[in-house]
T-cell receptor, first 115, second 109 residues
Framework: EAGVAQSPRYKIIEKRQSVAFWCNPI?????LYWYQQILGQGPKLLIQ????????DSQLPKDRFSAERLKGVDSTLKIQPAKLEDSAVYLC?????????????FGPGTRLTVT | GEDVEQSLFLSVREGDSSVINCTYT??????LYWYKQEPGAGLQLLTY?????DMKQDQRLTVLLNKKDKHLSLRIADTQTGDSAIYFC?????????FGTGTRLQVFP
């Protein structure tokens, strides 16, 4: 079974530029998560989708971050405009059920550097 | 409140046991987890424990949960160099995972 795929793996941009990340979850997984992991910290949930609807986006900085999951499969996370403090690894995870969380499978992440 | 704390660093000799500790604050957590993160990789679920259990063993891994003290530990028996990584504990609250800051485990020969 293929795992969670993410691209790009690395991205370097200047502040005030825009960037987009892509995630392809495990086939059949209804729930998709985006996490932000700043260096030296644990991952922090940004947004959770159940199929193509948003379940929780309370930690998403909506003035600059947006995410969508069209057709309930792939998802994109966008930052516009980027700030220096957005430098982090962005992790995507998927889950077949969305309940309990013990079946969250993580992708390799996209490392973003904002200069 | 939601807060999960771990010590930052642990160094052990190969073949010894490692014990990684974690404290959490939300008593409503249903599941507690241990994840492993190797350099440049995503998070790998190692094991989890339901909140009404106090111990779970899975091969070299033993999880102990003290719900009264809100303390979780992961013991790795016969630690190997391949166990070197960052270990995160996490609690589940309303389908959301709250992660600790991670403990870097270094195994030396």
């Amino acid at each position: 079974e293929a795992g969670v795929a993410q691209s790009p793996r690395y991205k370097i941009i200047e502040k005030r530029q825009s960037v987009a990340f892509w995630c392809n979850p495990i086939s059949g997984h209804a729930t998709l998560y985006w996490y932000q992991q700043i260096l030296g910290q644990g991952p922090k949930l940004l947004i959770q989708f159940q199929n193509n609807g948003v379940v929780d986006d309370s930690q998403l900085p909506k003035d600059r971050f947006s995410a969508e999951r069209l057709k309930g499969v792939d998802s994109t996370l966008k930052i516009q405009p980027a700030k220096l403090e957005d430098s982090a690894v962005y992790l995507c995870a998927s889950s077949p059920s969305g309940a309990g969380g013990y079946e969250q499978y993580f992708g390799p992440g996209t490392r973003l550097t904002v200069t | 409140g939601e807060d999960v704390e771990q010590s930052l660093f642990l160094s052990v000799r190969e073949g010894d046991s490692s014990v990684i500790n974690c404290t959490y604050t939300d008593s409503s957590s249903t599941y507690l987890y241990w994840y492993k993160q190797e350099p440049g990789a995503g998070l790998q679920l190692l094991t989890y424990i339901f909140s009404n259990m106090d111990m779970k063993q899975d091969q070299r891994l033993t999880v102990l949960l003290n719900k009264k003290d809100k303390h979780l530990s992961l013991r790795i028996a016969d630690t190997q160099t391949g166990d070197s990584a960052i270990y995160f504990c996490a609690e589940s609250i309303s389908d959301k995972l709250i992660f600790g800051t991670g403990t870097r485990l270094q195994v030396f020969p």
